[in-house]
């Protein structure tokens, strides 16, 4: 029986991405992992699946936790419990996110949207001010 405990406690978190396989683009990306019994959780992050030179992302007691600022690039992520009264447990599966940036030239396309989108407001306030004005002389 106790055996069997020490078995279930031992088994790693389910690490899991907010990108699903496809590349992240939006500039930022969100991993959850399966709730477990530990009080606190180590996220590491490496640039090559075999973990050499990897950082610890995230230490703490919350189950997910949100990643910007990467550049392009394939980024590789794992998670375990730490700070069980037994022992850590092993590392989950490994996570691998892609990061794919839109192109500047998309970027430069959205700004000009962008500010084409805000000239017509601003014109079109200006004119409704204009307009009331008049109509009030």
């Known amino acids: 029986m106790l055996l069997a405990i020490l078995v279930l406690a031992l088994e790693p978190p389910i690490l899991l991405s ?51 600022g990467r550049g ?5 992520f794992r998670v375990r419990e730490v700070g069980n009264q037994m022992e850590d447990t092993p590392w989950s599966e490994v996570v691998a996110v892609n990061v794919k940036h839109h192109s500047l030239q998309r970027a430069w396309g959205f700004f000009a949207v962008g500010t084409v989108v805000f000239i017509l407001s601003l014109l079109t306030i200006l004119i409704g001010n204009l307009k009331i004005g008049m109509e009030r002389v």
């Open 72 to 76: 392009d690039g394939v980024y590789y």
């Open 18 to 68: 907010s990108t699903d396989g496809q590349p992240a683009k939006a500039g930022y990306f969100s991993l959850s992992w399966s709730v477990g019994s530990a009080s606190e959780y180590e996220l590491q992050e490496a640039d090559n699946p075999q973990f050499t030179g990897a950082r610890v992302r995230y230490r703490g007691s919350d189950k997910a936790a949100t990643i910007t």
